[in-house]
């Protein structure tokens, strides 16, 4: 496998060939589908899972789609492997501004379950690729957290909803795969 030292070298046609080869794989190991179409159930989500299919926003960039992609199978895992009766108590809907009110223990049980989906597809890259993206997916989940606490935050309206992606964060260890069998659920979505 090809590590990179720096992915921001990647040019965009190389996210979209990425994309291709992770979809393949999906689809021929998982017998998951993946679906790009503008809306995603709503204008405000830009992906989701249903435990059979994952949706993305087809007007997103390839690297956000390469990132939304491997992150919902991340969940899928989750939701559809060994265990999954353990996220019945995940919050399911966004609580913008905070309107839910996310107590401390659980923003630390979301940060969980988020950094071990995180870790599912870190395996699924690393699988699937030639070529290793920690770096990059890395960055990308600790920016996507970020979005997730900027928009949930009573003190920070945010002012926009762009990712802020920054390089160099952490990275996220690989998690092993569980059997999963794909089972028609509730749609999960991200935002």
Not at 17 to 28: A, P
Request: proline share 4%; net charge negative.
């Amino acid at each position: 496998m090809k590590v990179l030292n720096d992915y921001r070298k990647i040019t965009p046609p190389s996210f979209r060939k990425h994309g291709e080869v992770v979809i393949n794989h999906l689809s021929n190991k998982y017998n998951l589908t993946v679906i790009e179409k503008e809306t995603v159930d709503s204008n405000e989500y830009i992906g989701s899972f249903d435990g059979e299919n994952i949706t993305v926003k087809s007007s997103l960039s390839d690297d956000h789609k390469l990132f939304l992609i491997v992150h919902l199978f991340g969940h899928c895992v989750q939701w559809c492997g060994l265990g999954a009766e353990k996220y019945s108590n995940i919050e399911e809907t966004l609580p913008i501004n905070n309107d839910g009110m996310i107590s401390p223990e659980k923003l630390k049980e979301l940060k969980d379950y988020e950094t071990e989906a995180a870790g599912y597809a870190v395996q699924l890259l690393n699988d699937a690729l030639d070529v290793n993206l920690s770096q990059w997916f890395a960055d990308w989940s600790h920016a996507d957290w970020d979005y997730f606490i900027n928009i949930s935050s009573l003190e920070n309206k945010p002012n926009t909803m762009d990712i802020d992606v920054k390089f160099g964060t952490n990275l996220i260890p690989p998690r092993k795969i569980t059997d999963i069998r794909l089972r028609k659920i509730s749609p999960k979505y991200a935002y």
